[in-house]
């Protein structure tokens, strides 16, 4: 499985991104996708993600982030608008998906995409 995301960048703050995230290979059924960020020495944090149709966000980020799943394309976007400072980080995406049909559940992360928001 490989998760190949893209669309991170600098922005000046108040402005937006849109962060793309493809699955590839080995891939039987995609349950969950999803959006994680961090910083030098912290935890991993949960920015957003989608289980089917169900969407969970931070708090942080409720009603400036928007995450959706194109299911043909096993794509995963995380729209950021209104975006500050404090969302500097590296941005993870990840896949919780089955590769074959009664195998467990792997995890699956990607390489990273920095996001950093002047002010």
């Known amino acids: 499985v490989q998760l190949q995301a893209s669309g991170g960048g600098l922005v000046q703050a108040g402005g937006s991104l849109r962060l793309s995230c493809e699955v590839r290979?080995?891939?039987?059924?995609?349950?969950?996708l999803g959006w994680y960020r961090q910083a030098p020495g912290k935890y991993r944090e949960l920015v957003a993600k989608?289980?089917?149709?169900?969407?969970d966000y931070a708090d942080s980020v409720k009603g400036r982030f928007t995450i959706s799943r194109d299911n043909a394309k096993n794509t995963v976007y995380l729209q950021m608008n209104n975006l500050k400072p404090e969302d500097t980080d590296v941005y993870y995406c990840?896949?919780?998906?089955?590769?074959?049909?009664?195998?467990?559940?792997?995890?699956?992360w990607g390489r990273g995409t920095l996001v950093t928001v002047s002010s």
């Open positions: 990840y896949a919780g998906l089955y590769s074959r049909a009664f195998s467990p559940m792997s995890e699956n």
């Open positions: 290979r080995s891939i039987y059924r995609i349950v969950t």
């Open positions: 989608i289980t089917y149709g169900n969407s």
